[in-house]
């Protein structure tokens, strides 16, 4: 899949599964694998906040 | 055979070994994402497919703990409990619980203004410790060793001002090796 923020190549893995994070080699942005209409997109993965646990 | 659900707000490799050994004890699991799950005080049990339990994995505390309100409210058992995970996700009402039941502690001191956690400095002396009363990690913990850096760390807490900043947990610091030291009360 293509990076949202810089087109680099994101190599999803096959067992990967919705609401894991994956990271761009190219730019290092962060995304979350998510699930819409029944095909699977990248969003913006959030950043961690002050009450993120171990 | 039960049904298990997991709810996530990031998939980590725990969730992902929860899932896989309760499916190997025979349990019917599914991950379900905190973040696009919806309840309202209209809501029903029969809405939802939660199972027979839930077991709460987000890693935001807050999401966390509002999450499983809402399950309480629907009347499905969730681990932890809200009692549980509001009484251990607060380090004030955590240290209030041990003292209460005789569970040797550090002294710890509350105040609820930076005037009135200077004067518990004042009073007791340096050093202690500060530590926010919801976090881990060790993150914004730091030993107040004098005047100075309570003066910097009051400054910063009054310029970010979030709700937690008017609650001033001051704590004993313990001697130890150079090692960490964990405890865990049951």
Redesign the interface.
Known sequence: MNCPDCDGNINVPADASVGEIVSCPDCGADFEISKKSGSIELKKAETVGEDWGE | MSKISIV????RAE??MLQKEAEQLGHDTT?I?AKITRFSTESKKTDYDFGNVVLERC?????GIHFTACLEFLDIPVINTFEVANNCGNKMLTSLLLSKHKVPTPKTYFSFSAEAARENLDKVGYPLVIK?I????G??VVPLKDKDTVDALFEIREFTD?PHDRIFYLQEMVKRPPRDLRAIIV
């Open positions: 996530f707000d990031r998939v969730e992902k991950s994402d890693v935001s505390y807050f999401r926010p919801i976090g881990s990690w993150r914004s979030g």
